[in-house]
Nanobody, 120 residues
Framework: DVQLVESGGGSVQAGGSLRLSCAASGNTYNLCSMGWFRQTPGKGREGVAAISARSITYYADSVKGRFTISQDNAKNTVYLQMNSLKPEVTGMYYC????????????????WGQGTQVTV
């Protein structure tokens, strides 16, 4: 199994920045991709960004140019740098880990963290 722990969420004013972290532990060697999803009350998880084992990145159109996903393989940690934050990105952010598939589809991820709240 793989365990994921998110951190870095909080409350920030519009235009501010936050950096989310997702630390993975356990059997991480089979993972092909890790992604960040946002969820708001009454809605499903929406793909925000993802990164493959080869560091290929994917972004939702709404965050391109403002969010950056990166990874530190030595630390088994994925980061999401969020700049120029807008109120519409408020939500619970979940980190997911999987072995492939469409990056923006929650079903492509087998493991999930507990989430971290972002409020703008």
């Amino acid at each position: 199994d793989v365990q994921l722990v998110e951190s870095g969420g909080g409350s920030v004013q519009a235009g501010g920045s936050l950096r989310l972290s997702c630390a993975a532990s356990g059997n991480t060697y089979n993972l092909c991709s890790m992604g960040w999803f946002r969820q708001t009350p009454g809605k499903g998880r929406e793909g925000v960004a993802a990164i493959s084992a080869r560091s290929i990145t994917y972004y939702a159109d709404s965050v391109k140019g403002r969010f950056t996903i990166s990874q530190d393989n030595a630390k088994n940690t994925v980061y999401l740098q969020m700049n120029s934050l807008k109120p519409e990105v408020t939500g619970m952010y979940y980190c997911g880990a999987g072995d492939g598939g469409v990056w923006s589809t929650p079903e492509s991820y087998k493991y999930w963290g507990q989430g971290t709240q972002v409020t703008v």
